[in-house]
Nanobody, 114 residues
Framework: QVQLVESGGGLVQPGGSLRLSCAASGSFSSLDVMGWYRQAPGKQREVVAVFNRAEIPNYSHRVEGRFTISRDNAKHSVYLQMDSLEAEDTGVYYC????????WGQGTQVTVSS
């Protein structure tokens, strides 16, 4: 079992910044993949940024250059620094991990609006 708990969402103006955090807990030997997905209203869930099994970050072209993913393996945590936010970044952001199967957090709302 893996529990993922996100924090750091909120309301921000266009051009602003937010930092999301996700901490994993439970019984697992390793978290082979960790990252972030998001789902905008009326749209499918999409990948934002993910560390692959080699711990190399991969970004959606929609966020590359504006978002930075990082992780702290000692804390079983992954972070998403979001800069130059745009209205199109609005949505629910989900933490994701793979350890034997897919695991998802409950999601945190990010709203970019003036």
């Amino acid at each position: 079992q893996v529990q993922l708990v996100e924090s750091g969402g909120g309301l921000v103006q266009p051009g602003g910044s937010l930092r999301l955090s996700c901490a994993a807990s439970g019984s697992f030997s390793s978290l082979d993949v960790m990252g972030w997905y998001r789902q905008a209203p009326g749209k499918q869930r999409e990948v934002v940024a993910v560390f692959n099994r080699a711990e190399i970050p991969n970004y959606s072209h929609r966020v590359e250059g504006r978002f930075t993913i990082s992780r702290d393996n000692a804390k079983h945590s992954v972070y998403l620094q979001m800069d130059s936010l745009e209205a199109e970044d609005t949505g629910v952001y989900y933490c994701y991990a793979w350890s034997g199967r897919d695991w998802w957090g409950q999601g945190t709302q990010v709203t970019v609006s003036s």
